[in-house]
């Protein structure tokens, strides 16, 4: 849902927000060292970096690029 700071899943089980910290912290639970996940973290930062552009080949209108920003929380 757009707007909506919280998640259906948690990562800790309890918290439901979209948090770097929890998700830091809770690494070990998915087998994951601190630096693994540190990793992770980067690797999707870079993937979504460049979601505008792609948005933008793709022709969608403003009101899917407005969703689209709300739900990758640029």
Same mark, same amino acid.
């Given at each position: +849902? &757009? @707007? $909506? &700071? *919280?998640? *259906?899943?948690s990562l800790d089980g309890v918290i439901h927000l979209g948090d770097l910290g929890v998700l830091r912290e809770t690494a070990p639970?998915? $087998?994951?060292? @601190? &630096? %693994?996940?540190?990793?992770?973290?980067? *690797? +999707? $930062?870079?993937?979504? %970096?460049?979601?505008?552009? +792609? +948005? $933008?080949?793709? @022709?969608?209108?403003t009101p899917e690029l407005d969703v689209l920003e709300d739900a990758i929380g640029a």
């Open positions: +849902v &757009p @707007g $909506r &700071p *919280e998640h *259906e899943l639970f998915y $087998r994951l060292s @601190g &630096p %693994a996940a540190n990793t992770i973290i980067d *690797e +999707v $930062r870079a993937a979504l %970096a460049t979601w505008r552009d +792609v +948005v $933008r080949t793709l @022709g969608l209108a």
